[in-house]
């Protein structure tokens, strides 16, 4: 998909059909990714991704309209909050602005998710964010975005995984690279 600024931020492969929620991440993923790139108003994009980009581009053929809406609008509302998140499981003196724009665009909505959307399961989260970098990114990104939301996740719904952060052994290589310094799930 090629946007406003020339840059194409479509993902490499399509999704499989009949996942309303992985489409209306992606989604989101890209409208975030929009607004940061454009300067584009919330209003704005999400208009363009309801009433054009869900009837006419095919990736976004069966999108959860209300989750993208809420995933979206949800970090627009409590970006702050998220990106302090996100800054804390980074590796010191690493800054979620030296992060590629759609790489942080992945992170802010999965942290969104995994600190607002209970009803979604933490695990559930992780690995549909995990699979949305690999359609962005052939290198050890999808590495830090599951090395980060599990950080998260662990820290947020401990309840979920049985046990407390901790971890075995010291961050991957990718999480070392991109500023996390956890261990991958």
Same mark, same amino acid.
């Given at each position: 998909?090629?946007?406003?600024d020339?840059?194409?931020?479509?993902?490499?492969a399509?999704?499989?059909?009949?996942?309303?929620?992985?489409?209306?991440?992606?989604?989101?993923?890209?409208?975030l990714?929009?607004m940061?790139?454009?300067?584009?108003?919330?209003?704005?994009?999400?208009q363009?991704?309801l009433?054009?980009?869900?009837?006419?581009?095919?990736i976004?053929?069966?999108a959860?309209?209300?989750?993208?809406?809420?995933?979206?609008?949800?970090?627009?509302r409590?970006?702050?909050?998220i990106?302090?998140?996100i800054?804390?499981?980074?590796?010191?003196?690493?800054?979620?602005?030296?992060?590629?724009?759609?790489?942080? &665009?992945?992170?802010?909505? !999965?942290?969104? *998710?995994?600190t607002?959307? +209970?009803? /979604?399961?933490? #695990?559930?989260?992780?690995?549909?964010?995990?699979e949305? &970098?690999?359609?962005?990114? !052939?290198?050890? *990104?999808?590495?830090?975005? +599951?090395? /980060?939301?599990? #950080?998260?996740?662990r820290?947020?719904?401990s309840?979920?995984?049985?046990?407390?952060? !901790?971890?075995?052994?010291g961050p991957?290589?990718?999480?070392?690279?991109?500023?996390?310094?956890?261990?991958?799930?």
């Amino acid at each position: 998909m090629d946007l406003d600024d020339g840059h194409d931020a479509g993902p490499k492969a399509d999704l499989p059909a009949g996942q309303p929620r992985t489409r209306a991440r992606l989604a989101a993923v890209q409208a975030l990714y929009q607004m940061e790139m454009t300067q584009r108003d919330l209003s704005l994009v999400l208009q363009e991704f309801l009433g054009r980009r869900f009837e006419t581009v095919e990736i976004y053929a069966g999108a959860d309209r209300s989750f993208f809406r809420d995933i979206v609008e949800g970090i627009a509302r409590g970006q702050a909050k998220i990106d302090l998140e996100i800054a804390a499981h980074l590796a010191s003196g690493w800054k979620l602005s030296r992060i590629d724009s759609i790489l942080r &665009a992945i992170l802010r909505s !999965g942290v969104y *998710e995994l600190t607002d959307r +209970n009803d /979604v399961p933490a #695990r559930a989260v992780i690995n549909e964010y995990v699979e949305i &970098a690999k359609d962005f990114f !052939g290198g050890e *990104e999808p590495g830090v975005v +599951n090395g /980060v939301l599990d #950080r998260v996740a662990r820290a947020k719904r401990s309840r979920e995984f049985g046990r407390k952060s !901790g971890g075995k052994g010291g961050p991957t290589k990718a999480a070392t690279r991109f500023g996390d310094d956890s261990s991958e799930n």
